[in-house]
């Protein structure tokens, strides 16, 4: 029977609900928002079955290394395991990557799969903004970040039988959600192609819910689109936009959103996420995708795509489905080593290593439930004048049009 005596040994992918043949393992939300699962011990008969398709035990678990450079880092990963494939790739379609995170890879392999009259699973909100898995024939739900931990209760079984039907399936999530997947099917399937992503770390759902509470009284009107990576400023600069049924909107900064300062400061991670199990180089997934910041010396169309992604492949199938979407992407293969160090930007990358659990961390999440999240963030994560002049500015320079002139002259 699995227990949970330590929270940074689950990932919360619902492998053990899944796979469980009385159905006697529920998802429980605890204090902070994140789901836990809880046993009917009367129900219960100890096959073990739930502990047999844990993807997390077992594993060792990386926290951060405070004593080491971001290239120590780089260096050590690289050094005892298969290094995968590397790509900087955006998709053709101009739009389509204007509404991604990145480059907009997710899609040209999503449409590979709905061509082939596929399934695709992915990440979006249901009608509440609740941040949910979920099967879609219409792809732009899935396209951009959702930086809070998605529910997927349910959705393991439903890919299952569709695989069991002979469909093809695309999966995106979480490497320990790939990793649940896997661990669940207890098989390879020839017609699952999975992707993950490159993890900073998943949000609390009960944080997400209180900033959507907070803006919609700051707004007086309810959230009518949501966008955590909104490329307003440019790809290097993008911020949280919030479109709300009045027709105004908010377009803040990691510095000045009340939920994107507090994820980008690691405050609301699941605790696992503090000591990952899955920062290794090689992954169970086809597919891994992250940022690629700077394409500069790549040639004219990955430096002038507004968003880049770094994609690695991992297996022979990837190899395979690669070769077939190339031709929707401007593709370059590059060295991991530096991609890792231009994906991590000032840090390491979060690839490879978990994210800093700051020292005030718990005492931010007790309070998080009862307290207002506008207070809260200035008591933790306080602004100084000079960021605060920043964020005033910016949009200022934006609508002015100065900004697209400040960001050409600075990369002449």
Known sequence: MIEIMDKTDCCGCTACVSACPKGCISMKADEE????????????????????????ADRPKKKYP???????MTQDALQDETVPDAYVCCYNDDEVRKQSTSGGVFTALARYVTKRQGIVYGVGFDSQFRVKHFA????????????????QRGIFKEIKQHLEAQ??????????????????????????????????????????????????EQYHSGVKRACFR???YGYNSTCMA??????????????????????????????????????????E???????????????????????????????????????EVRDTMTIQKVSLYEALLVNGGHQPSMYITSSRKPDDRNAFMKRMPQEPIDALVREYMPMSVKTKLKCTLKPLLYKTGLLKIIKKAAKK
Not at 33 to 56: A, I, Q, S, W
Request: aromatic share 14%.
């Open 167 to 216: 469909k093809l399936v695309l999966y995106t999530g979480t490497p320990c959600q790939v990793a649940g997947l896997k661990a669940y099917l207890r098989k390879d399937y020839d017609n699952l192609i999975t992707v993950d992503l490159f993890c900073h770390g998943t949000g609390s759902p009960l944080y997400w819910q209180k900033y959507l509470d907070y803006m919609t």
């Open 136 to 151: 879609s024939e219409d792809l732009a739900p899935f396209r951009g970040s959702k930086y809070v931990q998605s529910d």
């Open 285 to 323: 997934a086809d597919f891994s995708i992250g940022d690629y910041w700077d394409s500069t010396g790549l040639g004219e169309e990955l430096e002038q795509a507004e968003g880049c992604t770094l994609m690695l492949c991992h297996s022979e199938k990837g190899k395979e489905v690669l070769a």
């Open 242 to 283: 919030l479109y709300f049924e009045n027709g105004k909107s908010s377009h803040k900064d990691h510095d000045s959103d009340l939920y994107l300062s507090p994820f980008s400061k690691c405050y609301i991670f699941r605790p696992s996420c503090y000591a990952c199990a899955f920062k290794t180089v090689t992954h």
């Open 33 to 56: 928002g994140f789901l836990y699962p809880h046993v009917d011990t009367d129900r219960c008969v100890h096959c073990e079955m739930c502990v047999k398709v844990c993807p997390v």
């Open 230 to 232: 909104e490329k307003t």
């Open 66 to 72: 405070y004593h080491k450079t971001k290239e120590e």
